[in-house]
């Protein structure tokens, strides 16, 4: 789907060495693309990086294929040349010996609200916990109000100096759906 051409691009971004963390994803993208079902990478507003989404029905007639198809390019010329590589020897390698813990959260936002502003949100609630978030499941249709959506996203709790308690599960919980609905305007779907 979508998000799996977003992610073989950033996957293609990082290999380029692009930092990929500081990426803008907007939505929308050249015409050839689903009109809403693109998105567009940027670094700040001019610079564009490539686009990733859901190939236009009358693209697909015309070449004669059955869809849904999904693709992703990435503009050469829009990509910042490479940093000069430092003579300095990389930090050391910092992993836990605390295993990760996954909790997933399902959200019902607006149908206008970017995916990427409320992964962006999760991701700010607790920067030093939240080490990885990615979305599973969108959904529209029974059971979510009409204009509105359903994110679900997987969240990866990396803890570093201890286990974690139910207790700093709840309160890391509560900061993520308090940032996402500040930042978005989404609830917990209940």
Request: no cysteine; charged share 25%; hydrophobic share 45%.
């Amino acid at each position: 789907d979508v998000f799996d051409a977003k992610a073989d691009a950033m996957t293609l971004l990082s290999s380029l060495g692009i930092p990929t963390g500081g990426l803008q994803v907007v939505a929308g993208g050249p015409s050839y693309f689903h009109p809403g079902r693109v998105m567009t990478f940027r670094m700040g507003p001019k610079m564009v990086l490539g686009h990733a989404g859901e190939v236009h029905p009358d693209v697909l007639r015309m070449l004669d294929v059955s869809g849904p198809l999904v693709g992703f390019e990435i503009v050469l010329d829009g990509l910042p040349p490479p940093k000069a590589r430092s003579t300095k020897a990389r930090p050391k390698l910092a992993l836990s010996d605390l295993m990760p813990v996954e909790r997933d959260f399902a959200f019902v936002a607006d149908r206008e609200v970017a995916v990427a502003d409320l992964l962006s949100a999760v991701q700010s609630a607790d920067r030093t916990l939240v080490t990885e978030v990615s979305v599973f499941d969108v959904y529209e249709g029974k059971g979510v109000p009409d204009g509105r959506k359903s994110v679900a996203v997987a969240v990866t709790l990396q803890p570093k100096e201890r286990t974690l308690t139910e207790a700093d599960f709840d309160a890391v919980s509560r900061r993520i759906v308090e940032a996402v609905a500040k930042r978005t305007g989404a609830i917990l779907r209940g």
